[in-house]
């Protein structure tokens, strides 16, 4: 039995049946409102269907797990990921047995797009981190597939969830617009119905000093930053009149006006000049603000990946300057001298784990639930061990991840047991944490393994952190969402405390006022808007189709089997243990499936309805998953082959090494190279031997020298001989993918063009 609070079930009530942008503060139980609604609609309305979404896989299983968890459905639910191919999952999307299903946005939109997901079953959609729903998210083309063009008696409720949807009111009007929100709900801590619930968080500003090296350090670069943007000022392409009113946001209009002026066929080297001084001016802006809110490290990392970074003519530039050869030796002689911020990081973390908790913070710690509990009495907590070596939990948050590195390092060496937590993404040289690591990292620090977690952005944004007694911001941040969610990773089942690090006179103090004002804003923003929201006609929930007593017994007696079987087998998934097995990505994964075939069954007197999948349904997923597997091994395998022949150039390979590199079967190989062949992307150079076809022919063109600026969906963005910027669509790229990432530059054979005013470019060779 769900456990819930007052203010929760005013706000179902007023959100049953009205599409509503629910506001709560973190640490509020904004989920379990969303938990209410989904059960109201699943009992009342018995062949309804359910999508909730949120932006990553580990806030998906959150979400599923705290279902399973706290409702007898679980048998009805399941988390749909990329992993599960496109096949199974359209058999899993037209199942009558499943009623809940949880997944990312992106694969719900492909999945709509392409027809696999039938829209009229669903009855309500749940967007958690509803703030995402601006722009070309995927989140506001999924409600708008839902809504537009669509009978509007089949129409789904929609609930959106967040703890801070924005300062500005034009921003929360837009995600209401896009997601087709009829009314606001939101709650403040301050509220008569809220203030019993709340734990005060006391917030405290410490403003450091910087040391002397620092302060050169700064004055080197801000006498840099002055010479280059008096330049702009002289030449009149800033209206400014003092450097010190010049800000990023300017130069960057700046080198959109430039970029947009400049003609390939018709160099005009004064706007070249001022693109030059342009791009200093915001590289040594970025290298001041990393000394001063950061610490000289960074700025260290930062000038030796420039220095790397050699054929890029502004990194040159920048070298050559005589200040710059002046930094590189301050940093040198003060190499192994921690700036006062990661000083002041270890006296405030060696100072807060020195008091020690009482017994009643270590059993609140053992309600890490993200406030939801099955009802229990208090009598049930005081047989928990609360472990004898019981510390507070601090969480840091960074910037940046090479300050994370340090910070880490530096408290490990001083004694004080620390980890990183980061993203999944690979950055400049370092790898990212795997999913699995993640989860392993926030369990070991819920039990108390470390007392300090370290983390990135990403443990900002719904993931079920544990309730820590500190969180510590390495530096402000000017966003009022991303400070409402650091601000509420504390002070959720005990009273919590903030420490804010400020360096004095710097970009810090600017972030900190920003983020203050836009904090009260978007307070006064929810309370006041001015802006009248749209009603939309859609499914009437007047009738309802009530689960009946019998049914709502069968699947108590379901759900409690599942658990005495979990128990006596030390099984850790309570149904379809099946589906949430199905992978195209991993032999691994299919063998484990066989086995599970043979999973012990439900008994033969159940009904037909108690097992989600028939067995005929389980093996003929098996096949399919089977052959995908494969399919996609080969597919994996050609590309590979690609950027292998890619590198190799006009000699090629011998399909013996291809073998020997590429390491699986030899007929997936030869199957690879044949649909290479097929698709006229290799070609025989010998009998043995094969390369790429633009490798070997004479392509007309001309050589350029190309750096990868960005890369968006289905192009890049980049920069050909450091002169011009153009757009490299999918279709204009004949090479290896490997080589499309930001920063890498290489030569090709190719030629330019202009449609609707833009530049775009077609890579016909790699040279």
Known sequence: MIEYRQYQQDIVNRALYKNSLIVIPTSLGKTIVALLVCLDILLNWKKSKILILAPTRPLVFQH??????????????????????????????????????????????????????????????????????????????????????????????????????????????????????EQIIAKSERDDDVLPYVFETHVEHCSIEMNDYHKDLSALLNSMIYDNINWLINNRFIKKKKVESVYRKDLLSLGDYIKSNLDPKNMNFFLLTALKFQSLSLILLYCRDLVESQGSFTLKKFLDNAKENSESKTYQELFLDSRIKEIIKILKDHDNEPPPKLEKVLSVVSQFLDSRGDIKTAKDSLRDTDNVTTKQSDSDYEDKQIPTNYQKKILIFSQYRDTLEEITTFLNDNGISCKGFYGQSNKNGQKGLTQDKQLSILGDF??????????????????????????????????????????????????????????????????????????????????????????YGKRAFENPDKMLESELFFLYEKSKKCSEFVKEDNYNESTNPILDSISSNSNKKIKGLMKRLSYRHRSSNDSELSASFTRKNLEDLYEISLNLDRKKIVERVQRQIHDLLGKAGKNGLEVSYLNEVVGLDQEIIRKAIENLTKMKRTVWVNKNTIALIESVKFLPGHKYSISIEKIVMGKAIVIVNEKWYASLKHQDYFGPRALLKKGNTFNIIGEMYRSAGILHLIVKKII
């Open 64 to 181: 599923f797990e705290l279902f399973k968890m706290n409702t007898l459905l679980s048998g009805q639910c399941v988390a749909l990921t990329g992993k599960i191919a496109p096949e199974i999952r359209k058999t899993i999307w037209k199942s009558s047995s499943i009623r809940v299903y949880f997944a990312t946005p992106e694969l719900v939109k492909n999945d709509i797009q392409d027809s696999i997901l039938k829209k009229d079953e669903f009855y309500l959609i749940v967007f958690d981190e509803a703030q995402r729903a601006v722009k070309d998210y995927s989140y506001t083309s999924i409600s708008k597939q839902f809504y537009k063009n669509s009978d509007h008696d089949k129409l789904p409720l929609v609930i959106g969830l967040s703890a801070s949807p924005g300062a500005k009111e034009e921003k929360i009007k837009e995600i209401c617009s896009n997601l087709f929100i």
């Open 446 to 535: 819920r039990l108390g393994k470390f007392p300090v977690l370290v983390a990135t952005s990403v443990a900002e944004e719904g993931l079920n952190i544990p309730n820590v007694d500190l969180v510590l911001f390495y530096e402000p941040v000017p966003s009022e969402i991303r400070f409402i969610q650091r601000k509420g990773r504390t002070g959720r089942f005990s009273n919590g405390k903030v420490i804010i690090l400020i360096s004095e006179d710097s970009i810090d103090t600017k972030y900190l006022e920003i983020s203050k004002r836009r904090v009260n804003r978007m307070k006064s923003s929810l309370q006041n808007t001015n802006f009248t929201l749209e009603k």
